[in-house]
């Protein structure tokens, strides 16, 4: 296929994506330091000393608990920063918004195969203006490639499901691969499993339908494990590559998942306005969290699925190739939220770690509306609200640039409506602006200290997102009433000391993120 031949609205998408890497590519390096991320390079530097070592130095696992992850991410963001002139923390956020970009770009392809090129561009458009989802993309290094991971999995499942029984080997191969890989990330990305056991199960059920014998559905089986079989040697190397600890015992895959379904994390949470045990959630947890931080556009589309799923409830009958796809994207999407209602596990920081939902949802929106398009008498009652939306969520993103990710929609009353209510900064990625902040302004009041001597500061919240960009003459230190200053995420667990005096404040849309608190004596000030 030749560029003439791309429609005009495939070209469209594409230069969305185009858009979106540019804009990533300008300003990556601004972003903060999210709290996981100094362990995170840690890790992928003593994976890198394991292959160096040819395989003697095993430190990587020992290393608090990062041997229950992969390092799908860390090892790559290792590499890459040893390839860059800049910082390992700013080139972690360039690989990051890569894989965001290719979670962009399979979300679309995922919502084309369903509905179309126009479904494909709406889908572009809910996802890459989406300030949640753009801001993780900067910074998460866990939930956004397991995103990324999943979505390039049911593309993959979607396009071997048209030449069924058959699986050409290409693909059965490119998916384990994706697969390993995602697994590497994160072993809960197993789920993607799904994406390939219900369609086929689905296109087995309309075999059976249309009146094939019970030998013709055997051979049917027997052709599809035969065809997926080279998909299981290539997971197994790609995981061996990325995550060697997973193989390096028997059932270590296995601890680490059971691991995870019961993550032993005792802090708590904010949520509603009451802090709440990690351990002690509501069913209610997860559902609302998506609904306050997800933008208005892929709620509205959400709703208007669910309406025209129930109107048209018979089709789903038919299982034709398009209601597979459409089942395999709800069961997908439905299951981890069902999941966290019936089990409750241990969650925290929000909804990052149902982030992946999220392009899921984004498709089946993508295609709710333009089912609306094709159908309803007058387009602009499409067009209009969607385009005031979307141009709405534009301006988010410009109002929040650097902190996207904690953006809440206008039920919760935006980001500042959120405040104290739910978590915003968890991620202290504020601290960097809090710190350069403080800086211009002992600067600027002529108080930077002389050669040789220190500015005290404390910080509450990762460390490394602060003292990253600290000048020689400030100092961290581990007691706050040792502190000249204190710099803090704006939360619940970070006070203001009695006497102190606030002098800077990183603020978006109203809200305070993160504050620096003056702790020096009057004579001082």
């Known amino acids: 296929m030749t560029f003439k031949d791309v429609s005009g609205v495939d070209r469209a998408s594409a230069l969305v994506w185009a858009s979106v890497l540019l804009v990533a590519l300008l300003t990556f390096r601004r972003y903060g330091i999210a709290w996981d991320e100094q362990g995170e390079n840690v890790y992928g530097d003593l994976l890198l000393r394991f292959y160096a070592s040819g395989f003697s130095d095993r430190a990587a696992f020992e290393f608090v608990n990062f041997r229950y992850y992969g390092g799908g991410f860390e090892l790559l963001a290792a590499l890459l920063s040893r390839a860059l002139p800049w910082t390992a923390y700013e080139a972690r956020h360039l690989l990051s918004v890569l894989i965001g970009l290719a979670a962009l770009i399979a979300t679309s392809r995922v919502a084309h195969k369903l509905g179309g090129a126009r479904a494909g561009l709406i889908a572009t458009l809910l996802l890459a203006?989406?300030?949640c989802w753009y801001g993780h993309t900067f910074i998460n290094a866990r939930d956004v490639p397991m995103a990324a991971g999943i979505m390039s999995c049911l593309w993959l499942s979607l396009s071997m499901l048209d030449a069924l029984p058959h699986v050409r080997t290409p693909?059965?191969?490119?998916?384990?691969?994706?697969l390993g890989w995602t697994i590497s990330v994160r072993v809960g990305a197993v789920i993607a499993l799904a994406f390939l056991c219900v369609p086929i199960a689905l296109w087995l059920a309309r075999r059976m339908r249309s009146g094939a014998a019970l030998r013709e559905l055997t051979m049917d089986v027997l052709?599809?494990?035969?065809?997926?079989a080279p998909a299981l040697p290539a997971a197994l190397v790609v995981i061996a590559l990325f995550w060697p600890w997973a193989v390096l015992g028997p059932g270590h895959a296995l601890e680490a998942f059971r691991m995870f379904s019961r993550f032993p994390y005792d802090g708590t949470v904010l949520f509603d306005g009451v802090v709440l045990p990690a351990t002690a959630l509501p069913a209610s947890y997860v559902p609302v969290y998506l609904a306050v931080t997800q933008p208005?556009?892929?709620?509205?589309g959400v709703a208007l699925a669910v309406a025209l799923a129930a109107r048209s409830a018979r089709r789903w009958l038919a299982l034709?190739?398009?209601v597979i796809g459409v089942a395999a994207v709800v069961c997908s999407a439905l299951a981890p939220i069902a999941y966290f209602i019936a089990a409750r596990p241990v969650a925290y920081n929000s909804m990052r770690h149902f982030l992946f939902v999220v392009p899921l949802a984004t498709v089946l929106a993508a295609l709710a509306f333009d089912y609306a398009l094709e159908r309803w008498p007058s387009r602009a009652a499409v067009l209009v609200p969607l385009g005031a939306l979307l141009a709405l969520h534009a301006s988010d993103l410009v109002r929040l640039h650097e902190n996207q990710y904690l953006f809440f929609n206008r039920l919760a009353g935006g980001v500042s409506g959120a405040q104290g209510r739910f978590e915003l900064d968890y991620w202290g990625t504020s601290l960097r602006e809090a710190t350069e902040r403080l800086v211009a302004h002992v600067e600027r009041r002529g108080e930077r200290p002389p050669p040789g001597a220190k500015l005290k500061v404390h910080v509450c919240g990762n460390n490394y997102s602060a003292s990253e960009y600290f000048p020689r003459w400030l100092?961290?230190?581990?007691?706050?009433?040792?502190a000249d200053f204190h710099i803090a995420i704006a939360t619940y667990y970070c006070k203001h000391q009695p006497g102190s005096r606030t002098i800077v404040r990183a603020e978006r849309a109203g809200a305070t993120l993160s504050f620096v608190d003056d702790q020096r004596s009057r004579q001082l000030r």
């Open 129 to 131: 203006l989406n300030p």
């Open 171 to 178: 693909h059965a191969i490119a998916y384990g691969a994706v």
């Open 223 to 228: 052709h599809i494990a035969r065809s997926l």
């Open 296 to 300: 208005e556009a892929l709620l509205a």
């Open 320 to 322: 034709d190739g398009r």
């Open 475 to 482: 100092e961290l230190v581990d007691r706050r009433e040792d």
